[in-house]
């Protein structure tokens, strides 16, 4: 097992050469307080392989307070450094009513991943998705880097960050070699609420979804040393699929796609800012004889400070042509500024993203994160302004 963590039990039995074992009666955190922020208190604790721990008769205890206690828990440790998947979380929409979602890994190795995302919701009863991802030619650890969409921005900024304090941005200290860049994946959905201006209770049934997805290393035209967290990456997807909306078409229709983004840094700027061009393009052909592309041209701008703070604008303008079944597919927003920011002052966080129809000079949506974090707990709220919808997260820190 690898890892940054604190155990104490009355017994242990350790398989040295397998890296497994079980303790009785165990107490398990990631804090270096002498009074941890969290901690478990199982009755058994027990180390699996693909560095995971599975913990029975366990409470969680924050500070001196018990929350609740869990037959059964089971976490990774030792490869992200950061576990959103633990406890469930509640919020509340105005199209779902209150609900309460959890992350449910069902397979975790270096190079596989499944799980499901699942939420149940007060109108409209379970929600969620299954996905797997395998990657082809390396691990699954996360690229420090950023994508093109407005979904890019909003993870940005509108997620705790991993580590805290000042952090190198020397691309060195984020070595990517043994990522990988090629991944298959595939997804089952049943009723996904699915990010849409036009109809934000749209709902989506993939079943199913496979293709490929091949991250390129960013394109740095000004051959400046620049902060990897600032790069946008050139991506290529290609996926085919059977795709049901509600409301909207009545039956599944498969689909063919095929996206493609290009971009790269072009100024000189310093190591903590960068003015990147990209393009895009996306065509999809659909059962039945139906095909609908677009293409899109953006400017991203942004900035990041020593301690890890991030703003960014982006004016985006995409085209399309053609006809296509599904509405989540077609452009919501022809002309768009896009602008967002993260904030993090001593153990807070502050983030806030928005995007602006340019053609109406109407912000059309914005969302903000407010959050708190210590060397091995993080909690936070987001809510978006658009789906009137407010979510609770809480995470482990230094897994």
């Not at 009863?125 to 797997?132: H, I, M, R, W």
Request: charged share 20%; net charge positive; hydrophobic share 40%.
């Amino acid at each position: 097992m690898s890892g940054r963590y604190k155990v104490r039990a009355s017994e242990v039995l350790v398989d040295t050469r397998l890296g497994t074992g079980t303790m009785r009666d165990a107490v398990f955190t990631t804090c270096d307080k002498a009074v941890p922020d969290y901690r478990f208190q199982a009755r058994e604790l027990s180390f699996l392989p693909g560095n995971r721990i599975h913990a029975r008769g366990a409470s969680l205890f924050l500070g001196r307070f018990k929350m609740l206690t869990l037959p059964s828990v089971k976490v990774a440790v030792g490869r992200r450094g950061f576990s959103t998947d633990t406890f469930p979380r509640p919020g509340f929409d105005k199209d779902d009513g209150f609900g309460i979602s959890q992350k449910l890994t069902l397979v975790d190795t270096d190079r596989l991943q499944v799980g499901a995302d699942v939420r149940v919701t007060a109108k409209r009863g379970l929600e969620g998705e299954l996905e797997s991802v395998w990657g082809v030619d390396g691990d699954l650890a996360a690229l420090p880097g950023r994508y093109l969409t407005y979904e890019s921005l909003r993870s940005s900024v509108l997620t705790m960050p991993r580590t805290f304090g000042r952090e190198p941005y020397s691309p060195a200290a984020a070595d990517t070699s043994g990522i990988a860049r090629l991944r298959q994946f595939g997804r089952f959905s049943l009723r996904q609420r699915t990010y849409d201006v036009r109809n934000t209770g749209l709902l989506l049934y993939r079943q199913p979804e496979i293709g490929l997805a091949y991250t390129g290393s960013p394109l740095n035209l000004a051959r400046t040393c620049l902060d990897p967290r600032l790069e946008i990456y050139p991506t290529v997807n290609v996926s085919w699929g059977r795709f049901r909306e509600t409301p909207g078409a009545p039956a599944f229709t498969g689909r063919t796609l095929l996206g493609v983004v290009v971009g790269g840094n072009i100024l000189p700027l310093g190591p903590r800012t960068a003015v990147q061009p990209l393009a895009a393009y996306t065509v999809a052909a659909y059962q039945g004889g139906l095909h609908y592309s677009t293409f899109a041209y953006a400017l991203d701008a942004g900035h990041i400070t020593p301690n890890g703070s991030i703003a960014s604008v982006r004016y985006i303008k995409r085209d399309g042509s053609g006809a296509s079944p599904f509405l989540f597919d077609t452009i919501n927003i022809a002309r768009e500024f896009q602008a967002a920011f993260q904030l993090r002052v001593g153990s807070q966080v502050i983030g806030f993203v928005a995007g602006c129809d340019a053609d109406k000079r109407k912000v059309y949506d914005w969302q903000g994160l407010v959050g708190y974090h210590t060397d091995c707990l993080a909690a936070w709220v987001t809510y978006d302004n658009l789906l009137r919808r407010l979510m609770f997260d809480v995470a482990l820190v230094n897994l």
